[in-house]
């Protein structure tokens, strides 16, 4: 850790005692991490940080003078709205396109085991495929789930095409809202299809009305939430269960100092169910043993976590920026990544100790990583023998610098979709009931990752208690579920947390305030739990008193995750500045005019406290416009500073 650390100490990067801890023995031992490397790349550009930079063509790079002194237009003509419009359209495209081809891997992974390719997975909710099936057109009646599983994997293939006017999915949305995205002309048509468009679009000399440019970015967005999340996540409740609330422990402290430790990064599923399965095998377990380890322990770090955590349970050692603190325990004996968020430097910590690092998908692989291509058909025999690679490892470990800081805190996950409805009875209706009477007052979701820019967690576990505190319902996914996970704030028992009203409903129902929902791809069932409350009051989303945050954002998926959110009619709120501000025409657009298009629009707003007064005065709002009994907005007080 180097010089810039203040009087504040290590607190001041993370609120949580496990990083806080780790920080300073990666400061001992002179390992590198984000926060490091961070403020060696400080100041940061001024031009991306407005995104007034281009290099999208050979003329330039260009940039334009913010101040109106310089340049105002590229080699090609293009001004600070063309600019500022194309680089966001293409991060919101990487982020859909990152969700949708982990979308499309697991549905490769359906169609391998519909066809008997692979034995290594089996159909797990029969149920879920058939109405999956029914959603598609495929017939169910008197046919074996393979067929079934065979003929969807092959229909939803057709999603990724260009051949259809819609994404399937897409008629979850309410009417409304389908028939307001068809005015628009942002119907998401293919996912494959809106993503290339985007490039397209944005190559120079194509598209240049920003307004244009950012209505494609949305409809390419919706290809995400509507299409390719959509298949990854209902796809991987097929194959691996569909998540029902189950107790996990949580932090740094999961790992044990006499067990094979196992992290498991990354996001997608598919590898590392059978690593699971692989670590209960009789055979490991005793050859754990006779190399001294008492068992084999695996932890999850970031969505690949979450999707442990949510079906099977497992423990969580950490999100985004724990993965490098993760190592720097000196009591892991093997990282196994499959792909996204998994930063390059994980192999650089892991030279300094005697932690394998094995990546496992060929279209992510890692400098100084051992690469193992994960192939389905094989899966229990890759599994197999990573886990024995990780036990053989754990003689290496050196006892003397086993540092695990913390004891585990417990919390809850797994609210799928169906298991909310399930603890509510079986309908949206005691939900919707709460909240008219005003108990709830609405929900958020709290989303997203961590960003070094911001002290760790410290965003999302302060707007999620402000929220709480407030009879609002929180959801969550990916690196927000971890940190409130982490602050205690998902138990049952949390429910004391909350105001009086979230309270008597979470202590009614045996359920926390903070309801787990996944990973990021899982987003989606924030999406569709909407839809399912705004048909039950015959409104469209955006009349509900609903809005999403991203307090700590980093990754282009997230980008992608709040434009289909805004798109869907839900207000969202980020707490890192995108590189925008270089364009206000742009911000406007975003952060006002698209109320008037879609319902919904963005706001930026760093301190968690302030965010979290935006997020009331706007459920306050919507309230009154359901005629629902409602606070008046203004009278809810700005706090003036931050903690
Ligand atoms: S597209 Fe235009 S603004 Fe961008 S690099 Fe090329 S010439 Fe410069
Ligand atoms: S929340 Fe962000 S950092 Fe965390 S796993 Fe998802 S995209 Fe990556």
Not at 454 to 460: L, V
Request: glycine share 10%.
């Amino acid at each position: 850790m180097s010089s810039h650390l203040g009087g504040e100490g290590f607190s001041k990067f993370s609120i949580h005692k496990d990083a806080q801890e780790m920080l300073r023995v990666a400061q001992d031992e002179h390992i590198q991490t984000a926060w490091d490397r961070l403020a060696e790349q400080e100041p940061q550009c001024g031009y991306c940080t407005l995104g007034l930079s281009c290099r999208i063509c050979a003329m330039g790079p260009c940039r334009i003078d913010p101040f109106g002194e310089g340049p105002q237009k590229g080699v090609c003509g293009a001004d600070a709205d063309i600019i500022v419009a194309r680089n966001l359209a293409r991060m919101i495209a990487a982020g859909a396109s990152a969700h949708s081809d982990h979308g499309r891997d697991i549905l490769e992974v359906l169609h391998e085991t519909a066809k008997g390719d692979t034995t290594a997975y089996e159909i797990t909710d029969v149920e879920k495929l058939k109405r999956l099936a029914k959603e598609y057109g495929v017939k169910v009646d008197h046919r074996k789930a393979n067929e079934i599983a065979k003929d969807l994997a092959w229909e939803m293939m057709e999603d990724y095409g260009t051949r259809k006017n819609s994404v399937t999915f897409v008629g979850r949305a309410p009417k409304a809202r389908r028939d307001l995205w068809a005015k628009l002309g942002i119907t998401p048509r293919g996912i494959d299809r809106e993503n290339v468009e985007t490039l397209h679009r944005t190559h120079m000399g194509v598209d240049n009305d920003y307004v244009n440019i950012l209505l494609h970015a949305l409809r390419t967005s919706l290809s995400d939430g509507w299409g390719g999340s959509m298949i990854a996540t209902e796809l991987s409740d097929v194959l691996f269960g569909t998540p029902k609330p189950i107790r996990s422990e949580i932090n740094l402290g999961v790992l044990r100092t006499d067990e094979v430790n196992i992290a498991l990064h990354g996001h997608n599923p598919v590898l590392s169910d059978v690593i699971v399965r692989a670590a209960q095998d009789p055979k490991l377990l005793k050859l754990a043993r006779d190399k001294g380890a008492k068992g084999i322990n695996l932890v999850g770090l970031c969505c690949t976590g979450n999707e442990l955590l949510m079906r099977r349970g497992i423990h969580m050692a950490g999100n985004h920026l724990m993965q490098e603190l993760v190592i720097t325990t000196g009591a892991l004996e093997m990282m196994i990544v499959d792909y996204q968020c998994i930063m390059p430097s994980v192999t650089d910590v892991a030279k300094c100790f005697h932690t394998k690092v094995v990546s496992t998908a060929d279209k992510a692989k890692f400098p100084g990583a051992t690469h193992v291509s994960f192939d389905p058909r094989r899966g229990m025999e890759i599994g197999h023998d990573l886990v024995r690679s990780a036990i053989e490892n754990y003689p290496n470990r050196i006892v003397e610098r086993v540092r695990i800081p913390d004891k585990p805190m417990e919390m809850m996950g797994g609210f799928s979709v169906e298991a909310i409805l399930a603890a509510l009875g079986g309908t949206p209706a005691p939900l919707v009931e709460a909240i008219a009477k005003g108990q709830i007052r609405g929900a958020v979701g709290v989303v997203g990752c961590n960003n070094p820019k911001i002290r760790q967690d410290y965003g999302h576990v302060t707007l999620t208690r402000r929220l709480i505190e407030n009879d609002v319902l929180v959801v969550v996914t990916g690196c927000a579920a971890v940190a409130n996970g982490k602050a205690g704030q998902m138990k049952p028992e949390s429910a004391d947390m909350a105001g009086p009203g979230l309270k008597a409903v979470c202590k009614a129902l045996g359920i926390p305030p903070v309801l787990h929902m996944g990973s990021c791809v899982d987003n989606v069932r924030i999406l569709v739990l909407a839809a399912a409350l705004a048909d039950h009051l015959g409104v469209d989303i955006d009349a509900l008193p609903l809005a999403g945050a991203a307090p700590e954002w980093y990754s282009e998926k997230a980008l992608s995750i709040g434009a289909y959110v805004v798109a869907s009619g839900i207000y969202t709120v980020v707490g890192v500045q995108p590189p925008i501000f270089g364009s206000p025409n742009v911000v406007n657009l975003l952060a006002g005019g698209l109320e008037n298009v879609v319902g919904a629009c963005f706001a930026v707003e760093p301190d968690p406290e302030k965010a979290a007064v935006l997020i009331r005065r706007h459920i306050e709002k919507k309230r009154k416009g359901l005629k629902l009994p409602f606070v008046d907005p203004d009278t809810i007080a700005m706090p003036s500073a931050s903690a």
